[in-house]
């Protein structure tokens, strides 16, 4: 049977004018409320009035209201009738009676109940938000102190306590000047473990006591028990790009609920999660990481038996967020041979208090103080690493950081390859165009080995990155490599070397000895280069080739036109009002014979040079010996040819370029071993 539903506009639950009350001993009617009598707006909302058997018709009460048609009343049983309404709205809010009446007499009024309806009243009712102070993390038996904030006035704060056992607290809003917003301050004590602590909290002005805002997000405080701890996990990895996204992992035992996130110092906890079947592991997802995710996290576990221990602390830390990027640079090169020591250097201008050396795998990590160098105003830290190891190959970067945010890190250096190399025969790097160039000039060096190597590397001393090939073979069997580094400018100059491998291998050969490219005019001005006693001399005699400069010169360089060794440095002296240095050179053979310059350049750009001095040609007259060297083979400062290098290191390149080794032509005047000796006997042939 159904029947029809009045509201009274009357206050204080009285029945409007022309309405017939009998009332009677009939049982006092309970009234109830489903889901519950906090809801949100378009939340169905359901009443139930329970009254006695007999009873005709049900009516419902709303205090200060409209008449409202509820969209259903169902009589249930002959003693409940339902009353629902679908889709609440502000005006819903209010307080609720029911009464029922049966043939001859009207029932008392039921208890009434309060709906309040939370809704976001743009201006007035604004989410607030709810925090644990100092933290969610509490004792058994603690106290807590939960602070619920809006940046919207109002008068007032409601909190909540969630679960069975339903508790509320009601405070007057205070005024913070410190962040302009209005706040209330809620004791709540004692807690324990037995059950879970779940809070929100809401606000609302006095005009309307049952509108209230929208509820807070859930707090629920975190407690340390005795049940088994759960492990926590992070993937890819605990450094972590800015913007990227990570997934933390918290593992409880097979009868857990729920796992809880918690960043160490936040007021708040970061998430709650149940956890995933079979592995019964909760899945924390960061789709992008910024700022605000680094820090120290562990996680908690709940089950009807209680809360778990917590885990361990796990550290994330956050990459990109200093957008000054260090520099690393590995003194004196990339490649170390295998129990040597190595030194990784990194450098920034930013003052950062600390640096980072991390290898890509993330097994190797260490953390310096930075040094302020006073005479380029850089910061940096040395990292030494050894005794070397195979497990040492691979890709470092390095960062830097300041001491109050341990989990900001700059940008990462570019990667730095380190390679280890074996104990294997050295190299011969060569170069086609001279030592000397001009800008704009092309070169090329050529590594060159009687081993038969896969690949081969060249790499600039100071840089971070090898240049590779593959090898070329000849035919007496011998392998190089050409490196076309192009038209020369002032960053080409400096000091290279290069390595050979094999396929079958990661470990590289020991290296070349360095080979020295100058570029020459970079500094404006042109030293002056003179011979005493005079520009022809006999052998047996002595020479001194003086090269002087008005102009500041820390080191000179004298170099021989289409010499194929290294040019000679000295060092300076400042002597009757100019810089000058002496090149003296005992008992003179005709190997000296040729067309001289000087350069000059300073220590802070060793590599460097001025513009060419005017050249000089020294002569040798006289015969030359059977048993002489060929004048276009000068000696070194070692007084050796420079033939022996390729002889001692067993490399030759190919046949082309036998004259940039320094080898004279047949006959032999210096001892191979037979391997190489029968190789350039083919090619001579």
């Given at each position: 049977m159904m029947f029809s539903f009045r509201a009274l506009l009357c206050l204080g639950l009285t029945l409007c004018p022309g309405t017939t009350v009998l009332t009677g001993t009939l049982p006092k009617p309970v009234l109830r409320a489903q889901p519950e009598l906090v809801v949100s707006k378009q939340t169905n909302v359901t009443f139930l009035c329970e009254g006695t058997t007999g009873a005709k018709e049900y009516f419902i009460y709303k205090e200060g209201s409209q008449y409202t048609q509820f969209t259903e009343i169902v009589l249930k049983s002959g003693n409940k009738a339902e009353f629902s309404i679908t889709k609440t709205e502000q005006h819903h809010a209010g307080r609720y009676q029911c009464r029922y009446r049966t043939h001859h007499e009207w029932?008392?009024?039921?208890?009434?109940?309060?709906?309040?309806?939370?809704?976001?009243?743009?201006?007035?009712?604004?989410?607030?938000?709810?925090s644990a102070q100092p933290s969610p993390v509490v004792t058994e038996g603690g106290n807590v102190t939960l602070q619920c904030d809006s940046w919207q006035q109002c008068d007032r704060f409601i909190l909540t306590k969630e679960g069975p056992q339903k508790l509320s607290w009601i405070l007057n809003s205070q005024y913070n000047s410190l962040t302009g917003g209005f706040q209330a301050l809620f004791s709540v004590g004692s807690v324990n473990s037995s059950q879970r602590w779940t809070f929100q909290c809401y606000s609302n002005n006095l005009s309307v006591p049952l509108l209230w805002s929208e509820p807070s997000d859930p707090l629920e405080l975190l407690f340390s028990g005795t049940l088994h701890k759960p492990t926590i996990k992070v993937d890819p990895g605990s450094v972590i790009a800015s913007r990227s996204a990570v997934t933390i992992w918290c593992q409880g035992t097979l009868d857990t609920e729920i796992c809880v996130l918690h960043k160490e110092g936040s007021p708040q906890y970061w998430g709650t999660q149940t956890p995933e079947k079979p592995e019964n592991k909760a899945k924390f997802s960061i789709p992008s990481v910024t700022q605000q995710h680094g820090g120290q996290y562990r996680c908690y576990c709940y089950s009807s038996a209680g809360w778990s221990e917590h885990s361990d602390i796990l550290e994330i830390v956050v990459t990109g967020i200093h957008t000054y990027k260090p520099s690393l640079l590995a003194l004196p090169g990339p490649v170390a041979t295998s129990g040597e020591n190595m030194t990784l250097q990194c450098v920034s201008l930013e003052a950062y208090g600390k640096f980072i050396l991390s290898k890509e795998d993330e097994k190797f990590s260490i953390s310096l103080d930075s040094q302020y160098i006073h005479h380029n105003g850089h910061y940096q830290a040395m990292f030494s690493i050894g005794p070397v190891t195979p497990v040492h190959r691979g890709t470092f970067r390095c960062y830097g950081y300041y001491t109050v945010t341990p989990q900001f890190w700059s940008l990462p250096s570019d990667p730095l390859e380190i390679h280890i190399s074996g104990l294997s025969k050295t190299l011969s790097l060569l170069s086609h165009q001279g030592h000397i160039l001009d800008p704009g000039k092309s070169l090329t060096l050529q590594c060159c080995s009687d081993i038969n190597y896969d690949r081969f590397a060249l790499y600039k001393v100071g840089t971070i990155n090898f240049t590779q090939h593959h090898h070329k073979w000849t035919q007496a069997g011998l392998s190089l490599a050409n490196f076309t580094l192009g038209s020369v400018n002032s960053s080409t100059g400096g000091q290279y070397i290069c390595y050979g491998a094999h396929n079958l291998s990661s470990e590289w050969s020991a290296s070349s000895d360095t080979l020295d490219i100058?570029?020459?005019?970079?500094?404006?001005?042109?030293?002056?280069?003179?011979?005493?006693?005079?520009?022809?001399?006999?052998?047996?005699?002595?020479?001194?080739?003086?090269?002087?400069?008005r102009e500041s010169v820390n080191t000179f360089i004298l170099y021989k036109e289409e010499a194929v060794y290294q040019p000679q440095r000295l060092k300076s002296k400042f002597q009757d009002q100019h810089f000058q240095a002496e090149f003296s050179v005992s008992a003179v053979t005709s190997a000296i014979s040729g067309s001289y310059r000087c350069y000059g350049s300073r220590n802070s750009s060793p590599f460097l040079l001025s513009y060419a001095s005017a050249p000089v040609e020294l002569i040798v007259s006289g015969s030359i010996g059977a048993s002489s060297p060929p004048p276009s083979r000068p000696m070194t400062s070692a007084g050796k040819y420079q033939g022996h290098q390729c002889r001692e290191s067993r490399n030759v390149p190919e046949v082309s370029d036998w004259s940039l080794c320094g080898l004279p032509p047949a006959p032999l005047h210096i001892h191979l071993p037979p391997s190489l000796k029968k190789a350039f006997v083919q090619i001579q042939e």
């Open positions: 029932s008392e009024y039921s208890d009434s109940l309060e709906l309040v309806v939370t809704a976001s009243l743009l201006g007035a009712h604004n989410k607030p938000s709810l100058l570029i020459s005019g970079q500094l404006p001005f042109t030293p002056f280069l003179s011979v005493k006693p005079n520009s022809t001399v006999h052998p047996g005699d002595n020479v001194t080739l003086l090269c002087w400069s």
